[in-house]
């Protein structure tokens, strides 16, 4: 399989971070952008200015507004655009080629994963997942980083994961599609969580407890829906949900600490944050769990709070409340 030539679509921090990664691996990288303007300041500048300033991109990179060819294409949008972005492609340049999907989240209204969105639009595709702890400031400064890079043919996603290997990217060739995506959409909902208990102020204690039984209560709605418990122990797991949360670095984090201070979804919208893909999954991984008759009173907590249906505290007295029972 020839993996030469790669097109990043998506011009935010993450799409750029991964571009520079392919860049380093030393594949050719287009960057597709939304402007020619864009495209023209960053081939300038060598320097995404909007996503990731004071971040030189090396030369293998060269940003465009337009999608052609590649051996492989790499989609960094955010996950509720996805559809609207493959409505806007021929699926002819997507056809047979393998197409990597880095967006954590499941689309409302359809509840469906994002390879199920790509081969809806482009039947043709051949789809793999990429998923785990990092940051795209992280990846793109060239620091350790290390991911799961799922796919149904064994070989296929080995050569694709050597394909994309750097200095310092280092993917995992797994075949669990189902079990990343949903470990992925997942673990930015429990952020959410984990942020508003910092910043409620309840305590590293309860944060920890939150991170085991998220975990616990991740891996029923992945077994349930056809994935692997064993992937939850990886780097799509374990490794994304203790990154995403604990640190401020994590959107969803800081948009949960905002919501444990006692603000309104909106209002912290309204101020400008960046960001929260949790914000959007958290309604439809509640539909999803419900739909499928799990428990999963985490995450029905976290769609409360973000629909302003119920405050931190009510949530955890409630959760504090329930019935005791044996951990295992």
Not at 160 to 173: D, E, H, I
Request: glycine share 10%.
């Amino acid at each position: 399989m020839r993996l030469e030539t790669v097109a990043v679509i998506g011009g935010g921090a993450w799409g750029t971070a991964l571009a520079q990664a392919a860049a380093m691996a030393g594949r050719q990288v287009r960057l597709v952008v939304r402007s020619a303007e864009q495209a023209e300041a960053i081939n300038r500048e060598h320097i995404n200015a909007r996503a990731l300033p004071g971040q030189y991109l090396l030369p293998g990179v060269v940003a465009t507004d337009r999608l052609e060819r590649a051996d492989l294409v790499i989609l960094a949008v955010p996950a509720q655009s996805t559809r609207t972005l493959l409505s806007g492609l021929d699926p002819d340049l997507l056809a047979r080629r393998p197409v990597v999907l880095s967006a954590k989240g499941l689309e409302t209204g359809t509840l469906a994963r994002q390879s199920e969105i790509l081969l809806d639009m482009a039947p043709e595709a051949v789809p793999y997942v990429l998923s785990g702890p990092s940051f795209a400031a992280d990846l793109a400064a060239g620091r350790p980083t290390a991911v799961t890079l799922a796919g149904d043919d064994a070989s296929d996603t080995s050569d694709l994961a050597a394909a994309l290997a750097g200095p310092s990217f280092r993917p995992y060739a797994a075949d669990d599609r189902i079990g990343v995506e949903i470990a992925g959409a997942l673990k930015n909902v429990y952020a959410l969580a984990c942020g508003a208990v910092d910043g409620a102020n309840l305590g590293a204690s309860a944060r920890a407890a939150l991170i085991a039984r998220g975990y616990a209560e991740m891996a029923r709605v992945v077994t349930a829906m056809g994935g692997s418990a064993h992937t939850l122990t990886g780097l799509a797991g374990l490794g994304d949900l203790t990154l995403t949360c604990t640190s401020v670095q994590s959107r969803n984090y800081q948009f949960g600490m905002a919501l444990g201070a006692g603000r309104s979804t909106e209002d912290i919208v309204n101020a400008g944050a960046r960001l929260a893909e949790g914000v959007a999954t958290a309604p439809v991984v509640a539909a999803l769990a419900k739909s499928l008759d799990i428990d999963a009173p985490l995450i029905d907590a976290v769609d409360a709070v973000v629909a302003g249906k119920a405050d931190i505290a009510t949530i955890v007295a409630g959760l504090m409340s329930r019935p005791l029972k044996r951990e295992v």
